[in-house]
């Protein structure tokens, strides 16, 4: 009878406890911090979670271990993200080596960006989780699924930048240039997220009953809020200049043509460049077998004809070693619709896309007579032919007699190729040598070098200014997008090779140009808002914890929120039921 009655009094007991959890679901509604705990701890009760209680540590010390690698993770997808996102000046390079590599084209670089993209935004949401649910006073406890989830992001990000870095490790040039732009919105950006960490922060300092936890949490907060407070005092943008002192902008010279628009080194890629006012025309040479100057950037003919279907057993052959009878068989339009080498490939009109499907391999004495025409300059890589071609030891003297017979004026010849340099300059004084790398300026003029042909990572101002002072203009490549091409403008640059004639010909001025008064005053401005801010939530905290602790009786908990204390301060003061 004992053993009855007291299986009977646990059953109540055991029901009395649900009923007591319902009842405080059911009396404090937190919808939003439901929502919060429930995506990031799985915890969708009230009774799962409990608040941070003042003085104590927001969550246990698993959770505390675990918090840096969220932060990491978080650092490093966004420093990945940033890195490919910037990068998207040379997709299609990056997709070019893809291609060389595994044999088949695709747009690798869009999976890359939206892997990036993917890893980011997972862990963005969870650190704003996080912290929102510090900013509520609740403790921390991530569910293991989003620890998973958070190491893979780790790994991937980090194995991500190190393939990169090997692979592509000039790359991380293009980010160096990229802050020169945008370092001064950067700046902006962190400051609104530290004014929005400030929330947290003075909710859990002022909370804390001792002076070490305090700095503890302040003292690296306000060390990294006066740092970035002063960094733009070591900042440097060529786009932060006086008015008037911004040169020309620089000459557009069609790479390959306009190969978002038309297939590269066709003669519609070549007449949509000058269709969209480019100054200047550039290419590739090749030398067929019999001694023909044909335009080619590829080793084989493989990514930019129908080779597959005309001679399938010669996909692989070195293109020099075709005849021009041959190459004249060859369809040079059908795989750019195919292939889509851009993502921002223009939408043809239906007569264009005819025209671009019946493009041929283009002779270099017909692009030479296109380019005279129209008086534009061109420029061209001359690739020697391989061992065994009848032209290896004369493809220079073969170029230039095709040259000679085009009839195109000297003055709009860049001739780039060092090889004999100096026979070439004696038997065509007129042509405006150029070199590909940087030099003293004595040994250039020595050289006759009256121009640069550099890779845009080697941009800088000072040489540019240096450079023309001794009169050599600079040209950079492979400059596609607005916001480098703004870069190239500030830094003074003469002209850049592009794939995108039909965008940056609407640039009337650089991107993010702005004079050095303008830059303070954003500065200024941004500072002073940002530690009005960050003082106004420090002091309401204060205030908040203050007329908490005055409303509390000591011999109540602390209040927490003030409906639902009171409701758990009435049932936790309620007799126990006797049974």
Known sequence: MEAGSSSFKKLKFGKLKVVRQRLLQRYEHQPFVSCLAGFYSC??????????????????????????LLVGAFFFSLVFLYMCGEAKNDYN??????????????????VLL?????????????????????AEGQ???????????????????????????????????????????????????????????SWPVAFHAIRADRKVIQVIIVGPYLAILLFLFLIPLGMYSPCIRQMGTLGPKPDLIGHRGAPMLAPENTEMSFQKTIEHGGAGLETDVTISYDGVPFLMHDRTLRRTTNIKEVYPSDITENAAFFSWDTLQKLNAGKWFFKDKPFSSICVPSKADRNWA????????????????????????????PPDKHPYRNSWVNRTLEVIFESGIRPHLVLWLENSMRSFVHSVAPG??????????????????????????????????????????????????????????????AHSVTTNAVHILKNLNQPLFLMTPKQYNIMWILTDLTSMLLISLIFALHWWRERSFSCCAKDDD????NGTYNKFKTELNNMPHVAV
């Open 114 to 134: 939206s892997v990036a993209a993917l890893l980011f935004t997972y862990i963005t949401l969870l650190l704003v989780l996080a912290l929102c649910l510090l």
């Open 93 to 110: 390079n990056f997709d070019w080596y893809n291609y060389e590599t595994l044999g088949f084209w695709f747009l690798w670089s869009l």
């Open 43 to 68: 915890q969708w009760k009230r009774y799962q979670r409990r608040r941070a209680e003042p003085g104590k540590c927001c969550c246990k010390m698993r959770e505390c271990m675990f918090f840096p």
């Open 357 to 384: 499907m019946n493009q041929t391999i283009y002779k270099l004495s017909d692009f030479l007579r296109l380019a005279e025409r129209h008086n534009k300059y061109v420029i061209f890589d001359l690739y020697r």
């Open 139 to 197: 403790q921390l406890y991530l569910h293991w699924s989003h620890k998973i989830g958070t190491l893979i992001v780790l790994s991937c990000s980090v194995a991500a930048l190190f393939v990169l870095s090997i692979l592509w490790g000039d790359q991380w040039e293009t980010v160096r240039l990229s802050l020169q732009i945008t370092a001064p919105y950067l700046h902006v950006g962190a400051i609104a997220i530290m004014v929005l960490l």
């Open 557 to 560: 908990p602390m209040l927490e």
């Open 431 to 492: 042509f405006q040598q150029t070199m590909g790398r940087k030099a003293p300026v004595e040994d250039l003029l020595m050289s006759n070098i009256v121009k640069l042909n550099l890779a845009y990572k080697e941009m800088s101002s000072e040489d540019i200014r240096k450079y023309a002072e001794a009169n050599i203009t600079t040209n950079f490549y492979v400059i596609n997008e607005p916001w480098l091409f703004s870069l190239a403008w500030c830094c003074g």
